[in-house]
């Protein structure tokens, strides 16, 4: 059961309560993640960076987040 304003979705692999008026940018900020540095997985296809602020989440939407790594 989610909290009134909550959804349930999926990010890599575990239910994740959040707020239901996210879109994908806003989900990677709250999540504290550098959005020049990941790359995303939508409902089980690549999601273009540029259609990240107006994708909208919704109740049960799975997502896979992979995040890049500098080093040497």
Partial sequence: MSLQ?????HVNGEDKEVASDLTVTALL??????????????NRAILPRQKWPETSIASGD???IVQFVGGG
């Fill in 62 to 64: 799975r997502f896979e």
């Fill in 5 to 9: 304003g909550h959804i349930t979705i």
């Fill in 29 to 42: 900020e709250q999540m504290g993640l550098n959005a020049g540095r990941v790359a995303v997985e939508y």
